[in-house]
């Protein structure tokens, strides 16, 4: 599951495009030059995620399959030897946050700015001699849509100071290293998904990922050769996930994980799962055990069918996983519970939420010939329920983080 789209200020592409005047590795650097006064050492990218199956299992040492967006966080960066940390956004009407390497602590606010100040934290708690640094990022992925803007942030801070200063750290390393700037310097207790899917994605393909291990399996999802179309429909409904709705039900999970005497809920296999329910006194518990343990092996079905090349058979398992995180885990809302509705009215093959929900989006499996029909489909429903028009762009499998400048 995704934790968190943090704000960095929705200055993303409004139609869900992969670009802007402001936005290319060209212009990014560019504009580094007119704030800073120099050329910057290079620009990096880094993407937002949807997940195409598996959510709030990651922490719960599950299975999950995101797949990397178009849609980049882009940073231009250059070293600093004194310690100071500029950090700029193009997304936000806030001017240049000037901070402290050496003093930086958790919790202590700053804003948007806290992802990539929390990315430097991170790499000099571990040891790494980051002497500081001249930020400026810009981003189309479209923030609290649930399609892990504030990961994209993270990695791209992380991937542009690895580089600059010769970490040589992996890119698994990237990615706990933005989960850590996350989970303890923002204070939002997320998995490793969000940023594993950011940093290690590749084109062409959905990441299967087991978040035990971090062991990976870069699977084929090409949707062009079947002929089908993966929608997202960004409802605009904002979420914010620090709230404490994350946090109960990541507790919720460890209680139930305690009750049936297993360190995760990953030790209960599917087959367990009926003997496991009998077991939990606490029906909020036992429901949120049933979605974790079902969505696992929705996943593993979910491979088996790619892996058979019967790739429409997944729209009934995305289906299946929206009625779990509805009905057990209790993440969804009217916005994406209408999207799943209307367009699974409309001939789509099945669909679900995505991400940490109350809001956010949700993906659409469909033939590629019905996307049109679906789409207007959604937005008519939208329109007849007095909802804000939703934004809905096709996902296609993209490259994960990388130096572009």
Request: charged residues 20%.
């Amino acid at each position: 599951m995704s934790a968190g789209d943090g704000s960095a200020g929705d200055g993303s592409a409004g139609d869900g495009s992969a670009g802007g005047a402001r936005h290319t590795p060209a212009a990014v650097a560019e504009d580094f030059h007119r704030l800073y006064g120099a050329a910057p050492e290079g620009v990096w990218a880094a993407p937002g995620r949807v997940n195409l199956i598996g959510e709030y299992t990651d922490f719960n040492d599950g299975f999950v399959m995101p797949l990397a967006l178009p849609h980049t966080a882009v940073a231009a960066v250059s070293r600093r030897t004194d310690g100071r940390l500029r950090v700029h956004s193009a997304d936000t009407d806030q001017g240049v946050v000037q901070l402290d390497a050496g003093t930086l602590r958790p919790l202590t606010g700053t804003g948007w700015a806290a992802y990539p100040a929390g990315v430097v934290w991170a790499l000099r708690e571990a040891g790494h001699p980051v002497t500081g640094a001249d930020i400026h990022l810009a981003s189309t992925v479209p923030t609290g849509a649930g399609l892990s803007s504030s990961a994209a942030l993270e990695v791209v801070t992380a991937l542009a100071l690895a580089d600059l200063y010769g970490l040589g750290l992996t890119a698994r390393q990237l990615a706990l290293t933005g989960q850590r700037a996350e989970n303890a310097f923002v204070g939002v207790p997320c998995g490793v998904m969000d940023q594993m899917a950011s940093a290690c994605c590749t084109e062409g393909h959905v990441l299967h990922l087991d978040t035990r291990d971090l062991s990976t399996r870069q699977v084929p999802f090409d949707l062009d050769a079947h002929g089908l179309a993966l929608l997202v429909v960004d409802t605009r409904v904002k979420h914010a996930l620090g709230d404490g709705a994350y946090a109960k039900r990541r507790a919720g999970c460890e209680a139930g994980a305690r009750a049936l005497g297993v360190r995760t809920l990953r030790e209960i296999e599917y087959v367990q799962l009926p003997d496991a329910l009998r077991r939990l006194g606490d029906e909020t518990i036992r429901a949120q055990v049933r979605h974790v343990v079902s969505d696992n092996h929705r996943v593993e079905r979910t491979i088996a069918l790619l892996d058979a090349g019967d790739v429409r058979a997944v729209g009934p398992v995305l289906t299946e996983g929206h009625a779990s995180l509805r009905d057990d885990l209790r993440v969804s809302c009217p916005e994406l519970d209408l999207v799943v509705s209307a367009a699974n009215a409309a001939g789509a093959l099945g669909a679900r939420m995505t991400g940490g929900g109350f809001g956010g989006s949700a993906i659409v499996l469909t033939e590629a010939t019905d996307a049109d029909t679906v789409t207007k489909a959604v937005t008519e429903a939208f329109a007849a329920a007095g909802h804000t028009a939703p934004r809905v762009f096709p996902a296609r499998p993209s490259a994960g983080a990388r130096r572009v400048g």
